[in-house]
């Protein structure tokens, strides 16, 4: 007998379809709760009931308890998933459902209060003999204090929020000098993401793996693991590749680091769905760093290789049922690889990044799983995490799990809004990633900031580029015309029709012509260079040539005013003809006018005005997808005005601070 059957998916985006599509395929009714920003959401459209919870920011919509339990009662439901981030670990959040009369879908409020902390987590692990990083978690926050315990520990440092997690009010400090300014930051950046400016500090395990147990627990007293995952390759203390099981475990191994997660779900009568976060140093020691208290973002490449579905078993568990499962029915199969695919600008320092998604494909195969929440047509605004879909693949080796990935997300298409794309191509590229030899400090190690640089098309791509517009343009004409025959599309009454297209990629111009060879076959030149492109199948967005003679399979999109859009072995170009665009001319904002980079709440000002300030001084924060972005001068000047207040929107591009530049020396 269910104890509920309707429930509400108190989340967003992929983690909410995901939910969604477990619940529906059990016959449970799933309800969608959404922003007035994501009221065509795919989550919205997907869920069997909808409410609204309020405008875009997430205090007035998804963060907001009473709406959303409003929500609940108005659309019957009886049960609330909160997915992850969000309220799925908001003690009160889990008392308020339970008070409500409500199963909440997940931990009770003791469990998530306790780990929800670092320090009294920290504590608990270490009455329970979970083995922990050395540091200092108690409640003096005093900087002599932090100070003294520094000392003691040992530098290098990690200066750690108590309270939330995902890199925010986390600091390496290698220097005693540095000290006092990461706490004072750290406790900053703390304060405004979780509410709390509670600090820890630890003992900084240079270059360890940071591997995972997937723990779950029933109300009957069963506790069971589902193995480990490891999680090293991270961007600024945040995930950015997940694979199951850990390159370098041992069966040993494993036994031991699953006991302890096990013991220290035990330890504070655990229910649900739960991770034991650890870091392993290169001599097989494991220490304690977390605990989360839901869902994990990787959770997928544990249901790939165990075959089991993780939010079906929360909702069993939910219902007061069994588990239904011992240590020893737990049995892997294969390997599995999740990235994250964010909207950000990496050559811009991973800037996140807004816009239109013009279009939007998930790339396919053998073993290959997409958790996506977005869709064609669809904006990306600066309310959310930047985070829009996880591509999984599963392979019976490493190996072929890797390779399966790559192939997919060369296969993937967002056009409209740049995305982290080739940059996890790239990673998953790097020797040391396919030997699995990454550590937490792959990334610093192996890209450079010239890595990171744009890459820009070459002559094959902007002559595929230039054949794509030249197809469709005229095949849309012709598809107008009265009585014409398609043979007729590149004839003329002169001769060969030679079309000419001008490109520009930052300062370099290509400047090329097509000829219509035959009703498939296309001759480039530019300069003394010149190519020959067959064209194979075309579709809407797709189209399969020959290079030279060479194959290759391309995405695109094109548009009225001359722009295409390309999708090449995994790099994304947006090409315009300039001679579409003739008398279109851009204007940039001059002087010293610093403006806001993105969409986002101006949190701080440092500069009042009359200051003078100089070239890398820190002028303003700026909080946006949750993150804080330093706004730093670029030249010497005086401030004329401040244009924005602390605490108020600011939009793309739109005007922080006025400076009057210094005159050059």
Not at 48 to 54: A, Q, R
Not at 63 to 91: C, Q, T, V, W
Request: hydrophobic share 40%; aromatic share 6%; net charge negative.
């Amino acid at each position: 007998m269910r104890s509920f059957k309707n429930i509400l998916v108190a989340n967003r985006g992929e983690i909410a379809v995901r939910i969604m599509k477990t619940a529906q395929s059990l016959g449970y009714r799933a309800i969608a709760v959404y922003s007035e920003a994501d009221k065509n959401a795919p989550h919205v459209q997907m869920a069997d009931d909808t409410v609204c919870i309020g405008p875009a920011p997430v205090q007035q919509s998804y963060l907001n308890m009473e709406k959303i339990l409003a929500a609940a009662r108005e659309s019957g439901a009886d049960a609330i998933h909160p997915g992850y981030g969000f309220l799925s670990e908001n003690a009160e959040f889990s008392e308020a459902c339970a008070a409500a009369g409500m199963v909440f879908i997940g931990p009770d409020a003791k469990s998530i209060e306790l780990m929800g902390n670092k320090a009294a987590a920290k504590r608990r692990m270490i009455a329970a003999n979970v083995p922990c990083v050395p540091g200092y978690e108690d409640a003096d926050q005093s900087d002599d204090t932090f100070v003294r315990a520094a000392a003691d520990i040992g530098f290098p440092i990690m200066v750690k929020a108590a309270a939330g997690g995902g890199g925010r009010g986390m600091r390496l400090v290698n220097n005693p000098n540095d000290l006092l300014d990461a706490l004072r930051s750290a406790k900053s950046e703390a304060l405004n993401a979780f509410g709390s400016d509670e600090i820890i500090l630890e003992k900084a395990v240079m270059r360890p793996r940071h591997v995972e147990v997937q723990i779950f627990a029933d109300t009957l007293g069963n506790v069971i693991h589902l193995a480990e995952r490891d999680c090293s390759v991270q961007r600024r203390h945040q995930k950015v590749v997940e694979e199951a099981p850990c390159p370098v475990m041992t069966d040993e191994l494993r036994a031991r680091m699953g006991a302890a997660a096990v013991d220290a779900a035990r330890s504070i009568n655990y229910r649900g769905a739960g991770t034991v976060e650890f870091l392993l140093d290169e001599s097989g020691e494991f220490y304690f760093l977390e605990m989360n208290t839901r869902l994990q973002v990787e959770h997928p490449v544990t249901e790939m290789i165990t075959g089991l579905d993780l939010v079906a078993l929360q909702i069993q568990v939910a219902e007061g049922q069994s588990l239904g499962l011992r240590q020893e029915d737990i049995s892997l199969s294969g390997h599995a690889i999740e990235v994250r695919l964010y909207t950000e600008d990496t050559t811009e320092n991973f800037l996140p990044c807004t816009g239109h998604i013009d279009l939007w494909r998930e790339g396919s195969g053998g073993g290959v799983r997409f958790d996506s929440g977005i869709q064609s047509g669809q904006d990306i605004t600066p309310f959310y995490d930047p985070m829009i879909a996880k591509a999984i693949a599963w392979g019976e080796t490493r190996e072929i799990a890797r390779h399966r990935l790559i192939e997919a997300l060369k296969d993937t298409v967002l056009f409209g809004v740049s995305t982290n794309k080739r940059f996890l191509i790239d990673v998953l590229e790097r020797e040391t990633f396919a030997k699995g030899d990454a550590t937490t400090a792959f990334i610093s190690d192996e890209f450079t900031s010239e890595d990171l640089l744009a890459v820009s098309p070459n002559l094959e791509q902007m002559s595929i580029a230039a054949t794509l517009q030249y197809v469709t343009e005229r095949e849309q004409a012709f598809s107008k015309a009265v009585s014409v025959s398609a043979h007729l599309m590149n004839w003329s009454s002169g001769g060969e029709l030679v079309t000419r297209f001008l490109y520009k990629w930052e300062e370099e111009e290509f400047d090329l012509t097509v000829t219509a060879k035959s009703d498939n076959s296309y001759q480039i030149q530019m300069d003394s260079e010149c190519l020959v492109i067959e064209l194979i199948t075309m579709d809407t967005f797709s189209a399969r040539l020959r290079v030279n003679g060479r194959l290759r399979n391309v995405h695109f999109r094109t548009s009225k005013d001359g722009q295409i859009y390309l999708s090449d072995e995994g790099h994304t170009f947006n090409l315009t003809n300039q001679l579409a665009l003739a008398g279109i001319v851009d204007e940039e904002l001059g002087g010293g006018k610093i403006i806001a980079p993105m969409h986002g709440t101006l949190l701080e000002v440092f500069v009042s005005v009359g200051d003078r300030v100089r070239a890398g001084d820190r002028l303003a924060v700026l909080e946006a997808m949750k993150m804080q972005h330093d706004i730093i001068a670029q030249r010497d000047g005086t401030v004329l005005e401040i244009c924005i207040q602390p605490g108020s929107q600011a939009a793309a591009n739109e005007m922080i601070i006025d400076l009057e530049l210094a005159e050059a020396e």
